[in-house]
Nanobody
Framework: QLQFVESGGGLVQPGGSLRLRCTTP????????VGWFRQSPTPGKGHEGV??????????YYSDSVKGRFTISRDNAKNTVYLQMNSLKPADSAVYHC???????????????????WGPGTQVTVSS
């Protein structure tokens, strides 16, 4: 089972920025399609794929709710995936998780994929 360590969350005011990090001690992320997902505190709401990145051609996908504000990147030497979040809004408040697979090369499809096993993630709270 794939295991991830997400970090970088916190409490930030609206309009602020955070940079999330995702790494794993169990395998190399290189060549995997990776993605950031978030789970809203609203009961019954599932995970939303906010940004995904190809492991082969570097293509990216962003959901409409974060396009223009979030940037996904990866550093294969550090085995780490990042999510730079700018102009944060209260609606961005959620627990953020990362996921990776070699079975879904299309980045948009990756962000629509369900069934990943989630760890604790990192909490992002946007509030004044």
């Amino acid at each position: 089972q794939l295991q991830f360590v997400e970090s970088g969350g916190g409490l930030v005011q609206p309009g602020g920025s955070l940079r999330l990090r995702c790494t794993t001690p169990t395998f190399r992320l290189e060549n995997y399609t990776v993605g950031w997902f978030r789970q809203s505190p609203t009961p019954g709401k599932g995970h939303e794929g906010v940004s995904c990145m190809s492991g082969t051609d570097g293509s990216t996908y962003y959901s409409d709710s974060v396009k223009g504000r979030f940037t996904i990147s990866r550093d294969n030497a550090k085995n780490t995936v990042y999510l730079q979040m700018n102009s944060l809004k209260p609606a961005d408040s959620a627990v953020y998780h990362c996921a990776a697979t070699r079975l879904v090369p299309d980045v948009q499809l990756m962000c629509m994929t369900i069934g990943f096993s989630w760890g604790p993630g990192t909490q992002v709270t946007v509030s004044s």
